[in-house]
């Protein structure tokens, strides 16, 4: 990326917040999901790969779990890449790859999901594992990093995201809600010291879009059919966007 984009990036406001948790990321999310939150990425991956797909997308990565399980749950001819704007994030995910073996089926790359740096129809699947809430609560430019998925995807590609939802049951829902504002926040806040960080967790997950608003969202944007899997009584879901 040049200069100029680097600077985009870095005055965007989430930017700061992606560069200063990755020591304790892995760990905070480990323990605010009772380690729940693999199985959920496990399920996005295997949801990624049953296209049979040749080439696979993760957007948005972090640290790079959804890409690790994506290698350890397919063959060796897919090809696997990992997109984020944090680079201490893409240190860490390099990192767990190498020690998990498959640092050589993965390539993570520096990068902005608001321009992303593959030709059109280029990938048969793209996944997002907890970061689409990010790109899409309240962000100004949400349709700009929904178009960017649509134009890579090819025809029949399969965009998989695993995210925080709201339960249908108003019971539940305030329930996970005080859980975020009260748990996630406290325990992230005590593990990482960033409070910053972990506010925006508990008020963007609690305050995010019903998975109605997710499908309108998708379709929008031009997926022709979203398919939705709650988790958790509904406090997380999986969107299955079509193109």
């Not at 779990?65 to 890449?81: F, G, P, V």
């Not at 593990?191 to 506010?199: D, P």
Request: glycine share 6%; with cysteine; proline share 5%.
């Amino acid at each position: 990326m040049t200069d100029a984009d680097n600077n985009v990036i870095a005055h965007r406001p989430l930017h700061g917040i992606f560069t200063t948790v990755p020591r304790h990321y892995d760990l905070v999310n480990n323990v605010i999901t009772w380690s729940l939150d693999e199985r959920w990425r496990k399920k996005a991956a295997r949801e990624c790969l049953a296209s049979n797909p040749e080439k696979v997308l993760d957007l948005c990565c972090g640290t790079g779990d959804l890409a690790i399980y994506l290698a350890r749950l397919s063959q060796n001819n897919i090809e696997l890449t990992g997109l984020d704007y944090s680079q201490p994030m893409l240190d860490i995910a390099n990192l767990k790859a190498q020690k998990d073996g498959v640092d050589n089926r993965i390539s993570f790359i520096y990068g902005d999901a608001a321009s992303l740096p593959f030709p059109d129809e280029h990938f048969d699947s793209v996944g997002i594992s907890f970061a689409f809430r990010n790109l899409t609560y309240k962000n100004p430019m949400v349709k700009q990093y929904v178009a960017e998925v649509v134009r890579i995807l090819k025809p029949g590609g399969r965009f998989v995201i695993v995210e925080s939802s709201q339960p249908k049951s108003k019971l539940i829902r305030k329930l996970f809600h005080l859980y975020l504002r009260w748990f996630a926040f406290g325990v992230g806040y005590l593990i990482s010291g960033n409070k910053g960080a972990y506010h925006y967790l508990a008020e963007s997950a609690s305050r995010f879009y019903t998975p109605e608003e997710i499908e309108e969202l998708l379709l929008t944007a031009g997926f022709r059919q979203v398919l939705y899997q709650p988790i958790l009584f509904g406090a997380i879901g999986t969107h299955i966007a079509l193109k």
